[in-house]
């Protein structure tokens, strides 16, 4: 009888678990994910899976814990004794960790090194290998002293956010030194789709097109329109997650479309899309902008193309109509919703 694979997911309610979750389901694992206790759900992202009988949702199971708690990370790696970990829970808004800095250094570097050491741990305790994978971030550039990015370019972080996942970067670069741990770091360049958080900056200019058209809404202030990014569809780069934990030996791969956009450009896109221009709806606010910026963002994917054969299938343009088109529907059922209160209200109005 053949055991099914098992894999544990951190931040499996976030963009990249949702997509990861599907993908490894597909593939006829048993996916865990670990989800920190809340007073209310927040599980949307994953609702498909339940739904939909192609994943086989009874082969889905969440547990609590936290990365900011070693002793959750450990005693949920003894429960579901995981053949596959992949690591994406963080406080992930970089602006946000120049507000909140220590959280952020503390779930997204600390967090990440009290995984590696529950997986070491249980490693050694157990006999069964364990292949860990680090979402490393193309912020870890930060101020780049080359372009493109490869997986040789010295790291220069201009974040809280950036410095922290360094952190977590080079800790797993140690554990699979100093451990032998099968331990991979994803390189990723920003990658998005309709399940991006909403203060996102291209989810937020998605869904402003959106409300924008429908009369919900009449202006999107923004930052730096500027700032220059290499932006993939997030369901590509999940399937380079899985790749990596497939190969014999571990390693670090920047994973990216060897293509950079501007903000502007994304705007004039997604805007277009819609049959708008993005001057007429665009305004500038400096709250918006970071502290340290980083202004450009060009990865080069040749050596994941090379060794496991991975390409991103889903182009920019593609990128952007998919996003604007989710954002459109949605604010059509906002609007559906904002008319109806308004038609209850008038008729309480004339009792």
């Known amino acids: 009888m053949t055991t099914l694979r098992r894999a544990l997911i951190t931040g499996i309610t976030g963009q990249d678990g949702s997509y990861l979750a599907e993908l490894l389901l597909s593939k006829g694992y048993e996916v865990h994910g670990i989800i920190r206790r809340s007073s209310s759900f927040n599980t949307q992202r994953i609702e498909g899976i339940y739904s939909d009988p192609h994943f086989q949702a009874a082969r889905l199971k969440l547990h609590y814990g936290d990365l900011c708690d070693g002793s959750s990370l450990a005693d949920v790696l003894r429960k579901v004794r995981p053949h596959e970990v992949y690591n994406l829970g963080a406080q992930s808004h970089v602006r946000v960790s120049f507000d909140m800095p220590l959280f ?21 305790e157990s006999g069964q290998q364990v292949r860990f994978y680090q979402a490393s971030s193309s912020e870890q550039y930060g101020k780049v002293v080359e372009t493109p990015q490869r997986e040789t370019t010295p790291f220069y972080p201009r974040s809280p956010y950036a410095c922290a996942k360094l952190m977590a970067h080079w800790a797993t670069v140690n554990y699979r030194e100093s451990y032998d741990l099968h331990a991979s ?4 360049f920003n990658h998005e789709s309709p399940r991006r958080g909403e203060t996102f900056v291209t989810r937020k200019i998605t869904r402003a097109v959106g409300r924008i058209k429908l009369g919900l809404q009449e202006k999107i202030f923004l930052g730096n329109l500027d700032a220059k990014r290499d932006w993939g569809f997030a369901g590509d ?51 918006y902008l970071r502290p340290a910026e980083v202004d450009l963002l060009l990865g080069d994917a040749t050596k994941a193309q090379r060794k496991f ?33 308004h038609k209850l209200t008038e008729r309480r109005g004339h009792d």
């Open 237 to 287: 780069y999940v399937k380079a997650m899985w790749m990596m934990l497939q190969q014999d030996k571990p390693d670090d791969y920047v994973i990216a479309t060897n293509k950079t956009w501007s903000v502007r450009e994304f705007c004039e896109k997604a805007f277009g899309h819609a049959g708008m221009d993005y001057k007429d709806f665009v305004s500038f606010d400096a709250r």
């Open 185 to 188: 770091c994803g390189i990723l």
């Open 309 to 341: 054969g991975w390409q991103p299938t889903t182009s920019f343009d593609q990128l952007v109509q998919m996003m604007v088109d989710h954002d459109m529907e949605l604010a059509r059922r906002e609007k559906t919703l904002r008319d109806a209160g």
């Open 104 to 124: 952020t250094a503390d779930t997204v570097g600390m967090g990440a090194l009290r995984l590696l050491d529950a997986v070491r741990d249980f490693q050694q």
